[in-house]
Nanobody, 116 residues
Framework: QVQLVESGGGLVQAGGSLRLSCACS????????MGWYRQAPGKQRDLVAT???????NYADSVKGRFTISRDNTKNTVYLQMNSLKPEDTAVYYC??????????WGQGTQVTVSS
């Protein structure tokens, strides 16, 4: 079983920055991919960014140029640097790990609130 613990959420004004962290109980080097997703009230959970084992990244169009996903294999941690935050970025942010058997694991989520 893989456990994921997110941290770093909070309340920030529009234009501000936050960095989310996702600590994994298993080596992320062994994971097929890691990702961040978000879910706003009354909406579906959407992809924000993913990073594969070889470091390839993918971003939702709405966050390109503002958010950066990265990983530290030595700390088994994935990060999401969020800059130029907008009120529409307000959501619960979830970390997801996908292992080599394509089993998905989710964290408990961290709230990000951006005030206008």
């Amino acid at each position: 079983q893989v456990q994921l613990v997110e941290s770093g959420g909070g309340l920030v004004q529009a234009g501000g920055s936050l960095r989310l962290s996702c600590a994994c109980s298993r080596s992320i080097f062994s994971m097929n991919a890691m990702g961040w997703y978000r879910q706003a009230p009354g909406k579906q959970r959407d992809l924000v960014a993913t990073i594969t084992g070889d470091g390839s990244t993918n971003y939702a169009d709405s966050v390109k140029g503002r958010f950066t996903i990265s990983r530290d294999n030595t700390k088994n941690t994935v990060y999401l640097q969020m800059n130029s935050l907008k009120p529409e970025d307000t959501a619960v942010y979830y970390c997801k790990a996908t292992d080599i058997f394509i089993h998905n694991y989710w964290g408990q989520g961290t709230q990000v609130t951006v005030s206008s």
